[in-house]
T-cell receptor
Framework: SQTIHQWPATLVQPVGSPLSLECTVE??????LYWYRQAAGRGLQLLFY??????ISSEVPQNLSASRPQDRQFILSSKKLLLSDSGFYLC???????????FGSGTRLTVV | KQEVTQIPAALSVPEGENLVLNCSFT??????LQWFRQDPGKGLTSLLL???SQREQTSGRLNASLDKSSGRSTLYIAASQPGDSATYLC???????????WGAGTKLIIKP
C-alpha cells in the first residue's frame, strides 16, 4: 500500500531563517506531488505541483521554492522566512491521470 | 472558472441522525470529485473519490453521489456518531489541469 510521510510535524523558526520541509511517498512510482498551505481558519492554497523529477510548477508568487530531487521526494524550501509564511503545510500525492489525492499529516510552521 | 460551494457551512445534529452534506460546482467538465474530512489541527483524510463516469461511491456509513449534469454531489452519513465531528471538504478536479478546486467546507458537530 502507498504511504506518504511528511516532517517535521511542528516547527518554530525565527524570521529570516531558512526552511526545509520534506515529503516522501512509498509504494508507488511517478506520482504527482503537491505542496499546499492552509492559513489559520482559511482554505487550502496550492503552492507547487510536480509531475516528474525536476519538474516544478508554481501556482503563486512567493517566498518559497520547491524541488523534486527523486521520484518520490518533494521538498519545500525558503532562504529567508517571513512572518507571513506561518501556516499549516500539507504535502499530497496523486496517481496520474485521474487518481485521488492523498495528503500527509502536515507541518505546522510558526515564524516568530 | 470552476467554483465549488458547500452548504451548509456548519451543522450540529444529535447522535444517531442521518445527514446530508451538499457540494455544488459550476463547470460539469470534471475528472473526479473527492470528499475529505479534516479534524482540528490535523491533515486531510480522503473519504470517497468519485470519477466523472461514476454516480456514487460507498464506504461504510458514508455514501457519496455525483450528478455531473446538475453540478452536484452529496455526502450521506448514516447513523452519525460523535467521532464524525470534523470539517468536511469537497474538491473537484477539472479535466484540463492538476489542480483541485475546493469548497469552503462544512463544519459538522455531532452531539452525544
Amino acid at each position: 500500500s502507498q504511504t506518504i510521510h511528511q516532517w517535521p510535524a511542528t516547527l518554530v523558526q525565527p524570521v529570516g531563517s531558512p526552511l526545509s520541509l520534506e515529503c516522501t511517498v512509498e509504494g508507488t512510482s511517478n506520482p504527482n506531488l503537491y505542496w499546499y498551505r492552509q492559513a489559520a481558519g482559511r482554505g487550502l492554497q496550492l503552492l507547487f505541483y510536480s509531475v516528474g523529477i525536476g519538474q516544478i510548477s508554481s501556482e503563486v508568487p512567493q517566498n518559497l521554492s520547491a524541488s523534486r530531487p527523486q521520484d518520490r521526494q518533494f521538498i519545500l524550501s525558503s532562504k529567508k522566512l517571513l512572518l507571513s509564511d506561518s501556516g499549516f503545510y500539507l504535502c499530497a500525492w496523486s496517481r496520474p491521470p485521474s487518481g485521488g489525492y492523498t495528503f500527509g499529516s502536515g507541518t505546522r510552521l510558526t515564524v516568530v | 472558472k470552476q467554483e465549488v460551494t458547500q452548504i451548509p457551512a456548519a451543522l450540529s445534529v444529535p447522535e444517531g441522525e442521518n445527514l446530508v452534506l451538499n457540494c455544488s460546482f459550476t463547470d460539469s467538465a470534471i475528472y473526479n470529485l473527492q470528499w475529505f474530512r479534516q479534524d482540528p489541527g490535523k491533515g486531510l483524510t480522503s473519504l470517497l473519490l468519485i470519477q466523472s463516469s461514476q454516480r456514487e461511491q460507498t464506504s461504510g456509513r458514508l455514501n457519496a453521489s455525483l450528478d455531473k449534469s446538475s453540478g452536484r454531489s452529496t455526502l450521506y452519513i448514516a447513523a452519525s456518531q460523535p467521532g464524525d465531528s470534523a470539517t468536511y471538504l469537497c474538491a473537484v478536479r477539472g479535466d484540463s489541469n492538476y489542480q483541485l478546486i475546493w469548497g469552503a467546507g462544512t463544519k459538522l458537530i455531532i452531539k452525544p
